[in-house]
């Protein structure tokens, strides 16, 4: 099986940064589409940074121009760096990546277990 470990949450100020580490580990053939969501109390899971095999991204308008986010594919790792952090960015943070395993013919979805980031304001 596969596991995802996300790293690098916690607290800071409103305006500063952080860099969350996913890195993924077990029987990897490739990784496809690798992702960051984010669910605050009360309300759904979101998109907010993904990036393709390809090098494309794709960001939620909320993060646009402050987040970025950039995988290693030889570390089987994606990051998503945080700048300019606003209260509204508090959240727990789930990596996702989609995931072939040896001898499988599909990619399989899996999550990590999530980050807290809490902003203060």
């Known amino acids: 099986q596969v596991q995802l470990v996300e790293s690098g949450g916690g607290l800071v100020q409103a305006g500063g940064s952080l860099r969350l580490s996913c890195a993924a580990s077990?029987?990897?053939?490739?990784?496809?589409?690798m992702g960051w969501y984010r669910q605050a109390p009360g309300k759904q899971r979101e998109l907010v940074a993904e990036v393709y095999n390809t090098g494309t991204t794709n960001y939620v308008d909320s993060v646009k121009g402050r987040f970025t986010i950039s995988r290693d594919n030889a570390k089987n790792t994606v990051y998503l760096q945080m700048n300019s952090l606003r209260s509204e960015d508090t959240a727990v943070y789930y990596c996702n990546a989609d995931v072939r395993m040896p001898l499988a013919f599909a990619y399989r979805n899996y999550w990590g277990q999530g980050t807290q980031v809490t902003v203060s304001s």
């Open positions: 077990g029987s990897i053939i490739s990784i496809n589409t």
